[in-house]
């Protein structure tokens, strides 16, 4: 099944930057799709960004495409989501997700699609 471990997360004021990790084991990491999702109290869960696995494919949320960068280092099995100029309604639980094996490179945008999930890591922001 697998595990992913999310960190990184924490209290930053608006502005800031934060760069999430999502740490993957007990499964090939190659030719999956890992996703960033999001939820904050009240709301709906979030997709934010996606990555295959093979070749880095990128894919991302109409509301943070401009803020939000995802990337991987395949040696290290690790995703990160890179999180500049933070605004208060970033705030939230922040999962890290795995789909696969995708052989399409467009990966799935819902939930449901992902085998296994993190813990979560939260980012809050100040105004």
């Known amino acids: 099944q697998g595990q992913l471990v999310e960190s990184g997360g924490g209290s930053v004021q608006a502005g800031g930057s934060l760069r999430l990790s999502c740490v993957t084991s007990?499964?090939?990491?190659?030719?999956?799709?890992i996703a960033w999702f999001r939820q904050a109290p009240g709301k709906e869960r979030e997709g934010v960004a996606t990555?295959?696995?093979?070749?880095?494919?990128?894919s991302y949320g109409d509301s943070v495409k401009d803020r939000f960068t995802i990337s991987q280092d395949s040696a290290k099995k690790t995703v990160y989501l890179q999180i500049n100029a933070l605004k208060s309604e970033d705030t939230a639980m922040y999962y890290c997700?795995?789909?696969?094996?995708?052989?399409?490179?467009?990966?799935?945008?819902?939930?449901?699609?992902?085998?296994?999930w993190g813990q979560g890591t939260q980012v809050t922001v100040s105004s």
């Open positions: 997700g795995a789909a696969g094996p995708m052989f399409s490179t467009t990966c799935p945008t819902k939930g449901d699609e992902y085998f296994v």
């Open positions: 007990g499964f090939i990491f190659s030719r999956k799709c």
């Open positions: 990555i295959h696995t093979d070749g880095g494919i990128t």
